[in-house]
């Protein structure tokens, strides 16, 4: 049995935001008309532009209505009078105060009760605004004296991605957050652990007996991730420009996804151990030395396509830039289950199409019995066994094997079976942040990263980052066309190996 969800206060701090009003509350709109939300839960948004709680609603129902599947006004009217907006800047201390009172007052419980922060604004803001809620007691002082008195008053915070820029700051933010909060209330999240069909992964490595025993160096040949965006950098130019593919996508979705493939089976499904064996396999990671980076990754940068201008000459980017807008690796691990198998990560924008997947692709059999037939047998050096999980758009499941080909002589021919894995039948989703929302108030943090495993993940990208990045970055401005699959030079890096990207 799932511990319980606790009631509590929901505290968003830069609530005028994108996040918060695109993700955040249609995911809690979602878990209300779901039953998963209990009816003493309530919600203080806080950002610095001036706003009653009548206007705030206002501009969510707008937007939430916008973004769910069949928007029913009545039960938005059960949700909306638990939502209150408070004006204030989160990062100054002095506002604290105020907070505070609105807090003590919407908190269901009264002071001892529980309370979820929710890091909704830049990641600029994350240390100050940590250190703000610190200098005001909120944390220590009352839970103190709500413990002394044997009542629960948890305090937790959601910290947004990005969590850092890179190893040292990542560090850093670990040891701001560890000045204010232990650990165990520290929930970073990667939305894409939220999503059904990334979850999807672990029920189909460990509640199947058919996949485990040749999950492994022995019978996969290689792996490939790739999480792969149609659109361009939009309205997002100024915080992808001092971002990048690497940090936005590889840091952090990717390598969860990778963690969910290639870590070991936990004992038992506790949050532990599932955050246990993540860390482990992070750790596994082989770091690229400096004279590998050029045969480890490839980098590149959208050039101008028939619709429009090219990443280096879009506005706010800028002159001279060499952020990657999309970025390939080769991971190799040190560890029994996978020395000698690569994986493979590749993300980017203005590419072929939206497209979220993971190819296991098999070895070929140790010999191949139909090498003698005159119609020659078709089995690939790497092997013809192919199983495709797909996250994005649809969520399935598709398996390729050979078989013989219909006709007089005997010929093998591919052949595809694929399942619907997210039982949906094509529907989408419902918004990842919901299901994660829920996990934190019932204090579960299997799907949220820990201080060590959010380190590993900075450490296996870190020199694709710094100075002697150089080498793949020389050259990027325009190297791929928008509508194919990247620069030629993320092709070479499978080349090289004897393989090719499924698409
Ligand atoms: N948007 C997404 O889909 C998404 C996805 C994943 C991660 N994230 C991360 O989530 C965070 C928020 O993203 P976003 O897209 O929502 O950004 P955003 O649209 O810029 O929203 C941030 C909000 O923070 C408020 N703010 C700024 N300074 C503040 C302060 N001192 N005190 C209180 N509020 C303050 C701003 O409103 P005022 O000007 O009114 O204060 C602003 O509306 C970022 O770290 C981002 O990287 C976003």
């Known amino acids: 049995m799932p511990p319980s969800v606790d009631s509590c206060l929901l505290v968003i701090l830069g609530a005028s935001g994108d ?24 919600v203080l948004g806080v950002s610095r532009r001036p706003k009653s709680d009548r206007e705030w609603r206002e501009d969510l ?114 040891r701001s957050l560890a000045a204010v909060f232990d650990e165990e209330e520290i929930y970073r999240i990667d ?134 807008t999309f970025a390939a690796m080769r991971i190799r691990f040190d560890n029994w289950r996978w020395a000698g198998t690569p994986f493979y990560l590749r993300t980017g924008k203005r590419l072929a199409a939206k497209h979220t997947e993971v190819v296991v692709q098999f070895k070929a059999p140790p010999t191949d019995l ?10 690939p050096a790497t092997g013809a066994d192919r199983l495709v999980v797909e996250i994005a758009p649809r969520s399935r499941i598709r398996l390729r094997f050979l ?13 595809e079976m694929e399942a619907d894995a997210g039982g949906r039948g094509g529907a989408a989703e419902p918004e990842a942040y919901g299901p994660l929302l829920i996990d934190a108030m019932r204090g579960d943090q299997s799907l949220f990263k820990d201080r060590e495993e959010v380190e590993a993940s900075w450490a296996a990208v870190d020199p694709l980052l710094g100075d002697g990045s150089e080498v793949l970055r020389h050259a990027i401005a325009d190297n791929y066309v928008p509508g194919g699959w990247g620069p030629d030079a993320a092709h070479e890096l499978l080349a090289r190996d004897g393989r090719a990207w499924h698409v």
């Not at 013989?404 to 021919?413: D, E, Q, V």
Request: aromatic share 8%; with cysteine; hydrophobic share 40%.
């Open 61 to 174: 129902a707008a937007s939430v209505q916008a973004r769910v599947e069949n928007f029913d006004r009545r039960r938005w009217d059960e949700l909306a009078p638990r939502i209150s907006y408070q004006a204030a800047d989160a990062a100054k201390a002095a506002s604290w105060g105020g907070i505070s009172e609105r807090i003590a007052s919407a908190t269901p419980g009264g002071e001892c009760g529980n309370v979820l922060f929710f890091l909704a604004v830049g990641p600029e803001l994350y240390t100050p605004i940590v250190a703000a809620i610190g200098e005001s007691g909120l944390v220590s002082t009352e839970r103190r004296a709500c413990r002394d008195a044997s009542i629960k008053g948890w305090r937790r915070i959601v910290v947004e991605k990005p969590f850092g820029t890179d190893e040292a700051s990542a560090k850093a933010l670990n």
């Open 370 to 379: 139909f090498r003698t037939l005159s119609n020659a047998s078709g089995v």
């Open 191 to 324: 939305h894409y652990l939220g999503k059904e069909s990334v979850q999807g992964l672990l029920a189909l490595r460990f509640a199947n007996g058919i996949f485990e025993p040749i999950w492994n160096e022995r019978y996969v040949d290689h792996v490939q991730i790739t999480a792969a965006e149609s659109i361009g950098v939009e309205d997002r130019v100024a915080f992808y420009d001092r971002t990048g593919a690497i940090r936005d996508m590889i840091q952090s979705h990717l390598l969860q996804i990778l963690a969910f493939v290639a870590m070991e089976p936990p004992s038992v499904f506790a949050p532990d151990r599932l955050r246990a064996e993540r860390r482990d396999i992070l750790e596994a990671i082989q770091i690229p030395r400096k004279d590998e980076l050029e045969t480890t990754a490839a980098l590149g940068q959208y050039g101008p396509g028939p619709d429009g201008v090219g990443y280096v000459a879009t506005e706010g980017v800028a002159p001279g830039s060499t952020t990657e």
């Open 403 to 415: 078989g013989r080909a219909p006709g007089a002589s005997f010929s093998l021919h591919p052949i």
């Open 19 to 42: 996040l918060t009003s695109r993700k955040l509350l249609p995911a809690l709109y979602e878990r209300h008309v779901a039953g998963d939300l209990p009816a003493e839960t309530r």
